[in-house]
């Protein structure tokens, strides 16, 4: 499974939190509306910084939080 998001924290070392960003429909109404996700994600080279713009994809569990991988940086 691969997502985008934008990076919002990088000070832990190798470490990412990635702002993800969905649209979902209300069930009965039908109005769509934004959800939002914090992921934290692996980095192992440190590539991304605050405000980029990334591709996460799902891997096995490294900690108690972090089950996601940076896979490329896209701006």
Not at 11 to 40: D, I, N, W
């Amino acid at each position: 499974r691969r997502l985008e998001g934008i990076v919002t924290s990088d000070k832990m070392s190798k470490t990412r939190v990635v702002l993800v960003e969905r649209m979902q429909a209300h069930p009965k109404y039908g109005q769509r509306f934004k959800v939002s996700t914090k992921c934290v994600a692996h980095d192992e080279t440190n590539m991304s910084k605050v405000g980029d713009r990334v591709t996460i994809e799902a891997m096995r569990p490294l900690s108690k939080t972090k089950r996601w991988r940076i896979i490329s940086k896209l701006s």
